[in-house]
Structure formats: structure tokens, C-alpha cells
């Protein structure tokens, strides 16, 4: 058997990120010397793209990347830049995503602003200035599967008769000022050049594929919430000062509103679930009704129905000027008001009225703490 061959199907696996879990798997991914499989799929942009609208390409590199892997993420601008610097070169750079909304519970998007769907992955290239083809694989997983993919991001790239030249990892290093060696770069000038590619496979290094057919991941962590457990405590003048300050280790959350107000009823799912993505990186979510303190039935029973895991207070009296001034006197008086807060009480990002949860995921994700698998990834969200 071909040296190479071998050395390929011996690649080890390295999965990153506590959604995914951690640890090494050997796995055997598309052979060195296989033709580039066949797909059709829909695009980012609008458009379906194919194979063969690649065929005038003397290169053809191929990386299966996604939304929610902060390693990925990471990448993105690295992918763009491959696709910028050869795209007048003759060679095409494709992105596919083949993971989807069935396959990727809130724990894994703990890293992301949108989940793994075509519409999500059009809104994150809009927003990261990406241009180049972003295919989605999600409903069947075709092509992660006729290319045998076993992480994210995963690169291969094929010479002008599409057969496979090299096949691993983008660079040797998710923090970008630590890279050494351009693997995936070093294989398309070697095949520009019509020279053998010296290094053909490399360690990928990423998130593990979530595969259509493993588990509802979904579905199994909202049968485990426990927001069946939900608390009320009346909070008064001096804990709501203590609340504004934060003290807490934690970037925090909080939300005020009322029973009687309609946005703040249409908002509160998504809070909630914005609570529980993030929950899992030290992120935290105070509620506090505005409602008067006779009004607890009906402000329990509405969290109640929203599986309300989150800390949760209703004014102690009907004073809610009196109140709303020991928070904060700046605070508006209308509701709903939505605010992130610092470990040392700054605000960092604040709403007024129904959230935009774009913006406000994007606001908890640039200020959360960087990870130590991730380095610059807290710098990602904080710059546009």
C-alpha cells in the first residue's frame, strides 16, 4: 500500500471544544488519489452551486468548515484569505457546512450568534465580509459523507483533473500568531507549481462532525432543563443596588419587565434561550418583573411556562419609580429594558425595548471571557 495511503488512513483526530468533547480518535477520511466526489448544493448567496462549476479551476480546494465551532470561526478569515490571494491564480476555494439545526444542541452553539442553517450561515457571511462559495450540506450530508469528513474545518485539495493532492488541516495552529507552517497553502503552490506536494496529510484539528444520524442532540437537552425548578424573589431597594454592581465573576444578563407588557412577553423566549446557550461559559440572567408584588401568581405562572431557569425577582412594592432609581437612576422608566453587565458593573450593551438578539448575542459573545483552546476568539467578536 502507497506510504502516503497509509500515513492518511492512521490520521489522528484532535476535537476541540467542550461542546463537542475532547480526546483523539484515529479515523480514515477520502484517500489520497480519489477523485473529487460529485455535489449540488445550495449557497450562501442564493445560487446552487455544483462540481462542475469549479471545471475550469486548475486547483480545487475544498474546506468543510461551520458556524458554531469556535475553531472554525477562527478560521474564517484565513479561508478568505486563500480565496482572495489565488482566486485570480486559477484556483476555486469552497466552503461547506454539513452540520444543521438537527444536529447541533444549544451546548454546542455556546460559541455562535446563529445556529447552522443556510439562513445562518448567509447572516454570518454578510457579517464577516465572506465571499467566498459557502455551500450548505445539512439536510443529507452528502457530501460530508462521500468525502468522509471528521472535523471541522477540514481541507482538500484537488489538482486540475480533481484528483485528491492533500488533505488535513488549514495551518498548523488555531492561533493565528503561532502558525508555522501553511499546510494547506504550501499544497496549492506545489500544484501550481506542478511539483509533488511534499506534506499530504496532516492532523485536522476541530470540532467532531455531527452526524443526521446520531442522536437527537436538540431535542435531548430540552428534555433535560431544568427550568421546571423555577424561583421568584421579591427584591427590594438595596438588592437591586447590589444588582447593578454585579460583583459577581460572571458577565451578566438582566431584563426587566412586566406581565401586562406585550413585547416583553414575545422577547422572553428568546431570552431564555439565549440564557441557556451561554449558560455553559460562566454567563449569567437575572428577570425582574416590574409587576406589583400582588401580581406574583400571574408572573410565576408565565415563568413557569417558559421553564425560567434563570434568577428571577419581582419588585417588592408597587413604588416602581422608587425602585427602578435603586438600580440605576439613569435606567428608562419603560419597559421591556434589557442590559449586559461587567463583573465590575459596567454596562456593556443595553436595549430598549423588544431585543434585537442579534446584536445582543454578538454583545454576550465579545464579552465573555477568551477560552484557552481559543485564543483571539473574544478580539473575533469584538471587531466587525
Not at 507552517?181 to 484539528?205: C, F, G, I, M, W
Amino acid at each position: 500500500m502507497n506510504g502516503r495511503v497509509v500515513a492518511l488512513l492512521l490520521m489522528t483526530l484532535v476535537i476541540y471544544g467542550s461542546a463537542a468533547g475532547c480526546g483523539k480518535a484515529a479515523s480514515a477520511t477520502l484517500a489520497l488519489g480519489a477523485m473529487a466526489p460529485s455535489f449540488a448544493l445550495a449557497g450562501a448567496d442564493g445560487k446552487t452551486h455544483s462540481l462542475t462549476d469549479y471545471s475550469s479551476s486548475s486547483v480545487l480546494v475544498v474546506v468543510f468548515t461551520c458556524n458554531h465551532c469556535p475553531a472554525a470561526q477562527l478560521y474564517e478569515q484565513r479561508i478568505q484569505r486563500l480565496h482572495a490571494d489565488y482566486r485570480t491564480r486559477g484556483v476555486a476555494v469552497v466552503a461547506i457546512n454539513p452540520d444543521s439545526v438537527k444536529t447541533v444542541g444549544l451546548r454546542e452553539l455556546a460559541y455562535s450568534d446563529v445556529p447552522d442553517s443556510l439562513e445562518g450561515m448567509a447572516t454570518r457571511a454578510a457579517y464577516r465580509h465572506l465571499d467566498y462559495p459557502y455551500l450548505y450540506d445539512g439536510n443529507a450530508q452528502a457530501a460530508a459523507a462521500a468525502f468522509k469528513v471528521i472535523a471541522l474545518p477540514q481541507v482538500f485539495v484537488f489538482d486540475a483533473q480533481r484528483t485528491l493532492r492533500y488533505v488535513g488541516r488549514i495551518d498548523d495552529n488555531v492561533d493565528a500568531a503561532r502558525v508555522k507552517s501553511n499546510d494547506a497553502r504550501a499544497a496549492v503552490d506545489a500544484l501550481l507549481a506542478q511539483q509533488p506536494v511534499k506534506v499530504a496529510t496532516t492532523p485536522v484539528e476541530g470540532c467532531a462532525m455531527n452526524w443526521l444520524h446520531a442522536a437527537n442532540k436538540p431535542s435531548a437537552e430540552e428534555a433535560e432543563d431544568p427550568g421546571a425548578n423555577v424561583q421568584l424573589e421579591l427584591i427590594g431597594p438595596a438588592q437591586l443596588e447590589s444588582l447593578r454592581s454585579n460583583g459577581t465573576p460572571r458577565l451578566m444578563m438582566v431584563n426587566f419587565w412586566a406581565t401586562w407588557c406585550a413585547p416583553c412577553i414575545v422577547e422572553f423566549p428568546e431570552l431564555q434561550k439565549i440564557y441557556r446557550t451561554y449558560r455553559s461559559r460562566g454567563f449569567e440572567f437575572v428577570t425582574v418583573s416590574v409587576d406589583s408584588p400582588d401580581a406574583r401568581p400571574g408572573v410565576m405562572k408565565l415563568l413557569q411556562e417558559q421553564r425560567a431557569s434563570s434568577r428571577n425577582h419581582l419588585f417588592d412594592s408597587d413604588d416602581s419609580a422608587r425602585l427602578q432609581d435603586a438600580f440605576d437612576r439613569a435606567m428608562p422608566a419603560a419597559v421591556p429594558f434589557t442590559l449586559l453587565l461587567a463583573p465590575n458593573g459596567d454596562v456593556v450593551h443595553q436595549q430598549l425595548g423588544e431585543a434585537e438578539f442579534l446584536p445582543l448575542r454578538r454583545a454576550i459573545l465579545a464579552n465573555l471571557p477568551d477560552d484557552p483552546k481559543y485564543p483571539g476568539l473574544q478580539a473575533y467578536w469584538a471587531t466587525n
